[in-house]
T-cell receptor, first 114, second 109 residues
Framework: DADVTQTPRNRITKTGKRIMLECSQT?????MYWYRQDPGLGLRLIYY???????NKGEISDGYSVSRQAQAKFSLSLESAIPNQTALYFC?????????????FGDGTRLSIL | SQKIEQNSEALNIQEGKTATLTCNYT??????LQWYRQDPGRGPVFLLL?????KEKRKERLKVTFDTTLKQSLFHITASQPADSATYLC????????FGTGTRLQVFP
C-alpha cells in the first residue's frame, strides 16, 4: 500500500461545483502539504500544515481551503471550481524532527474543470 | 522573490553517457537544496539533499554539486540507462520547498 494516498485519482467536474480532494498518510508524519502542478510552472504550494492545529497559506491559496482532520488526513477543497483550477494536485508529507527533511508525495489527482 | 531555473526543458542523451542537469537560482542562497525524480503519472520521489557547506554529494550513480557563489546546482547521472528517463526537479529548501519546473531527461539506447 502507498504511504501517501490521494483520492480521487482523476476528476472531471463543472464550473461552480464544490470539490474535495483527500489525502491520507501512513508515514506518521506531522507535516502535510498541498501543491498544484501546471505545465511550465512547476509545483506551487497551496497550503501546508505542521500539525493538526496548524494551517498555513502557501503561494497560491486563493480559491482553495483545507482541513486537517487528523494527523493522517489533510483535505483540499475548491468551494466553487473555475476552469483555471484545472491542474494536477499533489499531497506531500514530511517529518518534523531532524535536519531539513525530504517530502514524500502521493501520486496526484488530475482535476479537470469544464 | 526567489526564482529557480532548470536550464532546459528536455535533455536527450545516449545510454552510457553522463547526463548533467543544471539548476540556477536568484536572490539569497538556501541552506539546503533537494533533487527529485518524477515519472509520468506519479508524484515526485526524493533523490538527494545537499547542504550549503557541502560541495558535492554522491549516491550510487548520482552526484550533486552546490556552488553558492554561482548560485547553481548540478545534477549528474553517470553511466545513464534508459530507466533513468524521467523529469528531474530541483527544489530550494528554505522554510518551504520552492521547486523548479524540471528537466525531462530521455536516455536512448
Amino acid at each position: 500500500d502507498a504511504d501517501v494516498t490521494q483520492t480521487p485519482r482523476n476528476r472531471i467536474t463543472k464550473t461552480g461545483k464544490r470539490i474535495m480532494l483527500e489525502c491520507s498518510q501512513t508515514k506518521g508524519h506531522d507535516r502535510m502539504y498541498w501543491y498544484r502542478q501546471d505545465p511550465g510552472l512547476g509545483l506551487r504550494l497551496i497550503y501546508y500544515s505542521f500539525d493538526v492545529k496548524d494551517i498555513n497559506k502557501g503561494e497560491i491559496s486563493d480559491g482553495y481551503s483545507v482541513s486537517r482532520q487528523a494527523q493522517a488526513k489533510f483535505s483540499l477543497s475548491l468551494e466553487s471550481a473555475i476552469p483555471n483550477q484545472t491542474a494536477l494536485y499533489f499531497c506531500a508529507t514530511s517529518e518534523t524532527q531532524g535536519e531539513n527533511q525530504p517530502q514524500h508525495f502521493g501520486d496526484g489527482t488530475r482535476l479537470s474543470i469544464l | 522573490s526567489q526564482k529557480i531555473e532548470q536550464n532546459s526543458e528536455a535533455l536527450n542523451i545516449q545510454e552510457g553517457k553522463t547526463a548533467t542537469l543544471t539548476c540556477n537560482y536568484t536572490n539569497y542562497s538556501p541552506a539546503y537544496l533537494q533533487w527529485y525524480r518524477q515519472d509520468p503519472g506519479r508524484g515526485p520521489v526524493f533523490l538527494l539533499l545537499i547542504r550549503e557547506n557541502e560541495k558535492e554529494k554522491r549516491k550510487e550513480r548520482l552526484k550533486v554539486t552546490f556552488d553558492t557563489t554561482l548560485k547553481q546546482s548540478l545534477f549528474h547521472i553517470t553511466a545513464s540507462q534508459p530507466a533513468d528517463s524521467a523529469t528531474y526537479l530541483c527544489a530550494l529548501d528554505t522554510d518551504k520547498l520552492i521547486f523548479g519546473t524540471g528537466t525531462r531527461l530521455q536516455v536512448f539506447p
